[in-house]
């Protein structure tokens, strides 16, 4: 038996958009090819001299890949790798100063280009054959190309009900609307994706059909949710069927961990038996790349969560179309990212090695897992866990749903799932018991009484020195006149905040939690 | 009596496209505030915590401030400053590595940002007094993000008639149109600037006015003019009047150097007698920034041409309405410059000092007065001086021009101005002369014998490993139906070229021009 081999990409073209089909390549960059003649004499290039660049070398000093980092102590000095020491030249196949200061082509410089592919093949397998990578200066970069790749001025973007605001902050000003999808625990819900794109010519008469998907598809920001593998097939097909680009906003991908379990102690990094890079791997759900066998998912890969924000370099990958057309912008937008950055990653992770670094990524989801639980922990102790019965309104298809109450009150005026990957949690506040709300629903000139409370409950929170992010600021824009909580599709009754546990310790957690504890007593009586 | 002092910017919001005005500020932005009160515990942020960053401390070594090359030598090693040691957490005012690798807000970080504001008012001192400073992530970017920010789709632009091809890489897909400007050895021309502006409504009636001028006002790419402080001041009157506003990109601003003296040997920087910072500061030609009362220039402050263009940072320089809605595009689309470059960038320039960077930039401009007069020499060398006057078609207001004939040739077949600025040299070529261009000119299809002759030309040089940028790369995009001669207005029986001196040694240099005098033997027999 011949085993099934990926096959090549179908021909998307037709979802680039005019300004991005209208990119010619530089004509400067056809000269490139003949300055590689041997013995040419190049007048034609406008590069300064490497002998004009005032720095001599650089040294960088990184953590082994196998640390273990103690999440109690964060501050905790630990043992370090050998120095890499980057001279001007590149030493055998290290990136040198010269390279990394140098101007650079647009898919960007070859060895973390190299480093990237390989990772690619090696972790997520595309289902097709002819994709490729090229970097980019980070997600908030890499989104902004593919939404100048594809969308024109006044479209429809679908995207899950809740979504990252910076994401719509380029999409919005263009005059293009989201098109919200109900989500559950797992994140865009199949059915709901299914009727409106089914539906849409009845709903949307003489309008275009929404053509890109934005998907933060794991640990989703903000509402922490995981695809897991049954639920992207769904998806994807439905992508198929009705021929939607995915965007897969994904920085969170390597930061899966298992559930929560509330019996036992917060996770502990610097105890708990070590899981192998094997078995981590194993168990990360795969990405709708691994999936997409027809080169319809744009991956924007990062390396913010897992390595440092400022950066600012990641990486698409794509079908060779798409790449082709997403490096005509980069070459013409931003030109290749930061040499210096460049340089760092890609030595630390040549240092590191493949293994290296994934076994650095399964050391990373355990600090953030350990975060987590704490946050659960502080929780559990601050309210009381009620039967999900009790809970009036859940939402939809939310396993593992944990509901808590304040002191004696009967019903819960919270809930949430704990997330399995990233840094947020999503609680889903039940307003009907606050006497507050109430008051707020029976005022006549009150259009959003579920905003307005959500926005008094967050500066109470503030005043009492807790910081939340408010729910509504992760609302998709969907036009001037979707103001009223009808018009924008909320719930009655319902708002949320979004809980980060990603940036304090444990005993700043723990002291937040007991605040909020208070301001709800409050707010709920 | 009282000094005059500089006044705030007029408002000139109306220029800002829809789409730019149409950004919101971020609403996790706001949180921002918040965090910083007392005692406060945030669980709002999205930020990874630094711990959690593998990166331990860097140490860069760097060449002194003071180090004067050698043209001849461009390998030497150089003596270098103390070492600049940076670790985790910030000593003193020093940026360390968290804060650069954290994610950073959308001006950039203040350690650089604060070195440009001291630097311009050093430096630039821009005539009214509420010009602001953010960060980009290169001239590239910043391009980009002036476009975004004043153009419409459709929009006519105005540009020198010969422009760097980038930067209409990035107008031409939007359907935008370039209004090229007949230039002379200073640029771009007042007068034709003004007929076009003062008969716009004849010649283009029903269409919008062209608003924004983009301009390389300093050896400029690709013809290596330099505008003086005359014709600046003539520009921005114009620009006043017809309420234009002028992007100046500027990379080559601080590598002005004095005129060419062909009696002279070439400059050797290191027997030169050096001249003061305060000397070479005064001789530079002030730009349209420092001109500008109105606060109508947007400045593009590059340090790619004067430290490495793979540092990908540069900054704005403009009115406090501009800045706000560039930032707003910033945050949205690139977000703050990588932290490494910023990180490296800003502790060179505080370990140099504000003084040290004028003498590095003093004695940079002086190996490209070398370069200049090494390729100036070798002209001089393979070909024949001749009058001016036996220029059948010299071309407007050059001052300064050099005219060569091939061997017993009468009549010159190129002219150039020896450029004050910059890495480029720009040659005039006379085709009358040449048998291939009569023949072509003759021939019934051939639509732009000018343009075949160039690329004939070209690819006969490079097949003598002699590689120059046709000029035609050059030319604006004008609509498609301008591809004749007559069509893109050129003149007929003159092509350009463009040579660069930044990249090859003195003797690549010689051996690329006595390459090319031999094909040009060949073509003008």
Known sequence: MIAKEPRASIDLSHHINVVSRSRNPSPLKDIVKYMAVEGMVSLAGGLPHPSLFPFASVSLSAYKSNTVLDAYSPDEQHPLADDINIGRDSAAEQMGLITALQYDSGPGHTALRTWAVKFVKEVFKPAYDDWDVIL???????????????????????????????????????????????IDDQGLRVDVLENLLSGWQSSHPGIRRPRLLYTVPVGSNPTGTTMQEARKRAIYDVCVKYDIVICEDDPYYFLQYPTYNASQPPYDPLVAENTTVDEYVKGLAPSFMSLDYQGRVIR?????????????????????????????????????????????????????????????????????????????????????????????????????????????????????????????????????????????????????????????????????????????????????????????????????FRLSFSMVTKEQMELGITRMHEVLQDFWQ
Chains 1, 2 share one sequence.
């Open 300 to 496: 924007l890969e990062s390396f913010s969560k897992t390595l440092a924000p400022g950066n600012r370099v990641g990486f698409f990958v794509t079908n060779p179309i798409f790449i082709e057309r997403l490096l005509r912008g980069t070459e013409v937008e931003t030109q290749a990212p930061s040499g210096w950055a460049v340089l760092m990653l890609s030595n630390l992770l040549q240092t590191w090695g493949s293994a290296g670094y994934l076994q650095w990524l399964a050391q990373l989801r355990n600090q953030y897992r350990a975060r987590r639980d704490w946050m659960c922990s502080a929780l559990e102790s601050n309210f009381v866990l009620k039967s999900v019965d009790k809970v009036k309104d859940p939402p939809t298809g939310a396993e593992g749903l944990l509901a808590y109450a304040n002191g004696q009150a009967k019903a819960p005026i919270f809930s949430f799932v704990p997330p399995t990957a990233g840094m947020f949690l999503w609680a889903r506040f039940y307003l009907y018991g606050s006497p507050r709300f109430q008051k707020l629903q029976q005022s006549a000139d009150c259009i959003d009484p579920e905003k307005s409370f959500q926005d008094e409950l967050w500066l109470a929170l503030a005043n009492k020195l807790v910081l939340l992010t408010p729910g509504s600021y992760y609302t998709p824009w969907q036009g001037k006149d979707k103001v009223t909580t009808e018009a924008r599709g909320a719930e009655n009754g319902i708002c949320f």
């Open 136 to 182: 980019n200066s980070g997600n908030t970069d890499g989104w902004t190309k593919v939404v100048r790749l594809l969308c024109e001025n006044g479209d429809y973007l679908l995207c899950e009900e809740q979504t990252y605001p910076s994401a719509q902050a380029v999409w919005a000003p263009m005059g293009c609307k989201a098109l919200p999808i109900a």
